[in-house]
């Protein structure tokens, strides 16, 4: 037996007597249609068991009801927690979020960026790793955007934390042990809070005390960390400051295996405070990024623009510093 065709919008035009353009309107709740005629269309409508396709809808507003992330690295817990909080902040209103990740690829970072906006209402970039001149180019482009962890965009909302603040945070709390001589672990060394951490540091170093800070490149994952424990135990340091708390873990395991007691014999501090850093042994410190509040004002900003408002053209959220027991005052104190 052949199956009964669904019903369309031309069926439910005729039902209800009126034009094709006037049955959109109505399902839409376009307040142009009078309230009278509405009602018959969505009558007309349930009696034919009709519902407008999402994809026709689209068509009919010029919207797709989706935002386009385009992040460096979805392994990244610190990004899953602002992918959450944008998620759940973009739903409530009624979108969808597509999200891309450029795996800490330039050229693909360029590329998804501009691919996704032709296919969403708008593009938030978290943490881009292009350059300030390229970033530049590529807004205007892609409006309406948002970029979350960068300076100031002129045109474009920016939402961020204070990674320098925070940094600041973690060598007040070392040099207060009495630590003098540490180890920076630099990680994504295109990106701006990269500079912020060293800002912080240089700002440091340059207060006196005695305070030295060598810099090693390692990276932003666990294997990262693992990589670079001969390197950091052969610089006598007393304390490190890893990129993030994948960098801190990966130094932290590689210790264990080496049997060094952290933090008798070395501190180490991380950075964003993911769900993992209070259960290592010993637990971390570590300067915690509300992440999940980032990805929701990240969604506040676009959705101002997507509906005509005027979004905050930047907004600084200050990580809190967490101690936990991989710091200590330095085993010669």
């Known amino acids: 037996m052949a199956r009964a065709a669904r019903p369309g919008i031309t069926d439910v035009a005729k039902l ?71 998620s759940r902040a973009a739903a409530a209103d009624g979108y969808h979020v597509l999200v891309a990740d450029s795996r800490e690829d330039l050229d693909e970072e360029h590329a998804l960026a501009r691919a996704t906006r032709l296919r969403t209402d708008g593009v938030i970039l978290c943490a881009p790793r292009m350059s300030e001149d390229e970033l530049a180019e590529v807004l205007p482009a892609l409006s309406p955007a948002v970029v979350v962890n960068r300076g100031p965009q002129t045109g474009t909302p920016v939402v961020g934390a204070d990674y320098e603040a925070g940094t600041r945070q973690i060598l007040d709390h070392l040099t207060a042990l009495g630590h003098r001589r540490l180890v920076y672990l630099a990680g994504a060394t295109r990106s701006v809070t990269h500079r912020a951490r060293q800002a912080a540091i ?17 990276g932003v994952d666990f294997d990262s960390g693992t990589a670079v424990a001969d390197r950091v135990l052969a610089t006598g340091a007393t304390a490190v400051i890893a990129y993030n708390d994948l960098v801190a873990m990966g130094l932290l395991s590689a210790l264990t295996i080496r049997l ?54 930047m907004l600084t959220l200050t990580p809190t510093l967490v101690v936990r027991g991989s710091t200590a005052i330095p085993h010669s104190a």
């Open 16 to 86: 209800a007597g009126v034009s094709l353009s006037t049955v959109s309107r109505a399902m839409n709740g376009n307040p142009t249609v009078d309230p009278a005629l509405a009602e018959r269309v969505r009558a007309a409508a349930a009696q034919l068991g009709y519902t407008a396709s999402p994809v026709a809808r689209s068509l009919v507003l010029g919207r797709t009801q989706t935002v386009a992330v385009v992040i460096p690295d979805l392994e990244n817990p610190t990004f899953q927690a602002i992918l959450r909080g944008l």
């Open 260 to 313: 060094i007691d952290v933090p008798r014999q070395l501190s180490i501090t991380g950075f964003d405070d993911i769900p993992f850093a209070a259960y290592t042994s010993p637990p971390l410190t570590t300067a915690a990024v509300p992440a999940v509040e980032l990805g929701a004002a990240a969604w506040t900003a676009m959705h101002a623009q997507l509906t005509a408002d005027e979004p905050t053209p």
């Open 202 to 218: 240089a700002a440091a170093v340059r207060d006196g005390d005695g305070l030295e800070v060598e810099e090693i490149t390692a």
